[in-house]
């Protein structure tokens, strides 16, 4: 372990340390892998002691781990775990926190703000009490502000304390294995490479499902719905990996210029009426922190273009809800058939629960007729086991990135105001047009008009 890298969680009684980021630091420590164990500093309100902590920890580590829980790795891995206990709203105790940074000899810090947006302000002034502080990484989850004008304050006040290429704005998504995998499935292929665009494509889906309704976010749940707690930072980013132009070489920037070269082509629909569709499910009115009259959209369909050469006048579709019949994330790249009737070509790569890639082509139909049928290959990454104990989950894959320093996966916050600006801008035509969420039974396929959307169109959602 080189205790002089110090990895400090503010938030460190909360679900996402229990559910997501003890289990990926554990894993890193059980996959052995070299570079990346750091001391681990916990800090929370709570009075735990470090021991009566690893205790706690050790049950969701058990439950939640990817690789194997054995009782040799787990003391190895807890003995890096320190508990700190403060109030991290109050300013003057960062001055203990410091004492104790100097206690532990630690020397590189990365702080992960694995609490409420809320609270990054407060975090980043009481960090002015610690030495060497501003010269560390800070991790800072979703959502990045609850509107555009408070992800500006918030990028100023985390810009004017660290510096901007030490900042790293995890999006968990981008941390996924088929999500990695769209550029190989792109560029490594030329039966895909050749023909990804708008002469060939008749147009793409991005979907992300859910099962679950809101459970106990509805708090914040009601402030965001579903366009910007999903669609202007997960499925953008999705979108814009999909859609970029290969980069012309391995450094993050060129990654990122053509990211953002995607998102400054959205075109805003003309007729919002015609090409967004919000519902909410039923019953959602009635959940915990939500408002007994609450317009919040738990459902989003958008129907949108890249206004550039590539994808000039093909659609995109994307939608993302809650409380639906399945749980489901895939890109579905559905082609141009080539003669009236025959089934169209469809590539569609599965993100989540399954991953892996399914292609539907045509064949002749065996014997003596000429007639076509359709053929499916279909390829399950994670049905295998040696792949499941391979594959590094998204936690596990960013927080080794940024201890490394490869910013390569992360959101850029130019990235994340153009999403921001284009995400307003529908929502205000929306609302000005005086529509309202459609209502849809949970545990249905979302609201019918969505799928009329598409109906209208021609095209119809890929299931």
């Known amino acids: 372990m080189n205790k002089e890298k110090t990895f400090t969680i503010f938030g460190g009684t909360g679900d996402l340390t229990f559910r997501k980021l003890l289990p990926a630091l554990y894993n890193m420590e059980a996959a052995d892998k070299e570079g990346l164990s750091t001391q681990i500093v916990i800090v929370g309100r709570r009075d735990y002691t470090s021991e009566t902590y690893r205790d706690l920890a050790r049950e969701w580590v058990e439950k939640f781990a990817r690789l194997a829980y054995t009782v040799d790795v787990y003391e190895r891995f807890s003995r890096r775990i320190i508990y700190y206990r403060m109030d991290i709203t109050e300013e003057e105790s960062y001055e203990g926190l410091n004492e104790f940074y100097k206690k532990i000899e630690a020397k590189e810090h990365i702080f992960y703000f694995a609490v409420a947006p809320r609270f990054f302000a407060g975090i980043v002034s009481g960090l ?32 004017a304390f660290f510096t901007p290429e030490n900042i790293y704005r995890i999006d968990h998504y981008l941390g996924k294995e088929m999500v990695r995998n769209i550029q190989t499935i792109r560029f490594a292929n030329p039966i895909f490479q050749n023909v990804w665009n708008a002469e060939y494509i008749d147009c793409i889906q991005i979907s992300a499902l859910e099962e679950v309704g809101v459970e106990t976010r509805g708090g914040y749940y009601d402030h965001s719905g579903a366009l910007k707690d999903m669609m202007q930072n997960h499925l953008f980013q999705i979108l814009t990996i999909v859609a970029m132009e290969r980069p012309q070489g391995p450094a993050v920037e060129e990654m990122h210029q053509e990211q953002m070269k995607v998102l400054a082509a959205l ?111 279909d390829f399950c990454q994670s049905c295998l086991q040696i792949n499941q104990m391979n594959t590094p989950e998204a936690y596990e894959r960013l927080i080794g990135a940024c201890i490394l320093g490869n910013r390569a996966w992360f959101s850029q916050w130019d990235q994340i105001e153009t999403s921001w600006n284009y995400v307003d801008s529908i929502r205000k035509m929306y609302a000005e047009r005086g529509l309202l969420a459609y209502p849809y039974p949970a545990g249905s396929n979302g609201p019918v008009e969505a799928d009329r959307l598409l109906e209208k169109y021609g095209h119809a959602w890929f299931d």
């Open 128 to 159: 002015k009490h610690i030495r060497g502080a501003c010269e560390g990484k800070v991790v800072i989850e979703k959502p990045f502000g609850e509107d555009l004008l408070a992800a500006k304050s918030l990028n100023r006040t985390m810009e």
């Open 267 to 377: 075109k805003a629909p003309e007729e919002i009426a015609e090409n967004m569709v919000l519902g909410q499910y039923e019953g959602y009115r009635q959940e915990p922190s939500v408002k007994e009259d609450s317009v919040t959209e738990t459902y989003a369909a958008v129907r949108l273009f890249i206004d550039n050469d590539r994808w000039k006048g093909m659609p995109f579709y994307i939608r993302t809800g809650k409380k639906l019949g399945k749980r489901e994330m895939q890109v579905a790249v559905v082609f141009k058939s080539p003669l009236p009737g025959l089934e169209p070509n469809i590539l569609n790569i599965k993100i989540q629960p399954t991953e892996g890639v399914y292609l539907q082509f045509n064949i002749k139909k065996p014997g003596e007729s000429d007639d076509t049928i359709q053929a499916k290959m």
